[in-house]
């Protein structure tokens, strides 16, 4: 969440997983302050979600696009998930403003939970948590 977390932040990700990648069409697009957007991208990018790419309109400085990452590609079915959930509780009646197709077959684009052992996992009371190796138990506030 420290990465993911400000509100912001998906709105940036969402405009250049769509194709925006150019700071002043996103500024333009979301209506995000100059800075606050300067500042996530900035931090996108320290993070390895985005990287920047030189480019140059004729007769104008150099500037920079935002293109993602591996890391930032990994992304993909947060997102999906993500529009899933609005598309299902937030939509308009005409219906959500974006959807994702496949590209080969025009089909709509949904995320499934499986299990390592490939088993779908439809019901939520089938998950549970456990301590993975990283796990560090808390100590109790004094």
Known sequence: MAILG???TMVVLREVFTGIRRFDDMRVRTRIPRQVLANRLAALVGHGVLRREPYREPGARVRHEYRLTEKGFALYPVLVALAGWGDRYLADPQGPPIRFVHRDCAAEL???V???AGHPVTDRRDVLPRPGPGARRR???L
């Open 6 to 8: 400000e509100k912001w």
């Open 110 to 112: 949904h995320v499934e």
């Open 114 to 116: 499986h299990c390592a």
């Open 139 to 141: 100590r109790p506030e």
